[in-house]
């Protein structure tokens, strides 16, 4: 047998896959990529990401509401998210976070107040994700960007309780041991194959072996050499290698450990005793 893998965090509800998604996930499959966890970005996509993972028995779904959309989400998300979050096939809650990467005060017309405007919605509509998680038990699927010190802030105060996924971790390894402190996670996607992502790959060196996952983010980020196009979740395969190389074992062993540590993380995943 072929050493398996995970998608941790792929976006199979965008309309880039709508045409092939049956195609997209046996391709997943031929690859030796047993679970896709895909990734809501706000109510509808939360929605459709857990209609896939109840048609497609590989497919498990994280549902919530994306920082970068903040300005369109309800004043209290929590009841909807509740909802969704009773369901079996939900994993996770996110993606949730905080994201300072493109602020309103770059836009034409806009003033510094819409910059503090917006950094509080975003700040609010995380804290929602995090209580409710907290009262269900579950964990949060973490986006972050330009914001590392604001989202590590707010997590602090629920980190007994509630466990974050930094996703597509590009910061340094004084960041993620910080992350790690806080009994949260990693999580790294094809930037590992990059040429200029030697960054991240210093990074995933230092990490312990339990302590991160897989991911594409796809249709994002396709590893080398697919670099440029469309990703999807077959691609953990790419990623997995150059992880193998840069973690130092085998892909076996790392095919356990990060199987193993998202098992635990996300609810549900595991596979029951009978299979
Ligand atoms: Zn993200
Ligand atoms: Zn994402």
Redesign the pocket.
């Known amino acids: 047998m072929p050493p398996i893998f995970y998608d941790t ?1 792929a976006h199979l509800d965008f309309p880039d896959f709508a045409e092939e998604l049956p195609q997209v996930i046996a391709r997943a499959e031929a690859a030796g990529i047993a679970k896709i966890i895909t ?1 809501g970005t706000d109510l509808e996509s939360s929605r459709r990401s857990l209609q896939l993972a109840e048609q497609f028995p590989n497919v498990f779904a994280v549902v919530g509401w ?1 920082p970068s959309h903040a300005s369109e989400a309800p004043a209290d998300f929590r009841p909807a998210l509740r909802e969704l979050a009773a369901q079996p096939k939900v994993v996770a809650l996110g ?1 949730t ?1 905080l ?1 300072y990467h493109r602020l309103p005060s770059q836009n034409a017309g806009a003033a510094p107040a819409d910059d503090s405007h917006y950094k509080l919605k975003q700040a609010e509509l995380f804290r929602q994700h995090l209580q409710v998680a907290a009262d269900l038990g579950l964990n949060c699927v973490i ?1 972050q ?1 330009a914001a590392l010190e604001d989202t590590i802030a707010q997590l602090q105060p629920f980190a007994a309780r509630v466990r974050g996924a930094f ?2 971790f590009a910061n340094d390894a004084a960041a993620m041991r910080r992350i790690l402190a806080l009994g949260s996670l990693v999580s790294f996607t094809g930037i590992l194959t990059f040429k200029n992502g030697q960054n991240v790959r210093e990074t995933l060196a230092a990490t312990p072996s339990d302590q991160f996952m897989l991911e594409t ?1 796809s249709p994002y980020l396709a590893p080398v050499p697919y670099r440029g196009k469309r990703c999807e979740p077959a691609y953990v395969k790419e990623i997995a290698e150059v992880a193998a190389a840069v973690q130092g074992c085998t892909l076996q062993e790392l095919s356990e450990r990060t199987c193993a540590t998202a098992n635990v993380f996300f609810r549900g995943l595991a596979p029951t005793a009978s299979g």
């Open positions: 965090h990734i994306h993606e976070g994201d986006h960007r996703h597509c983010d």
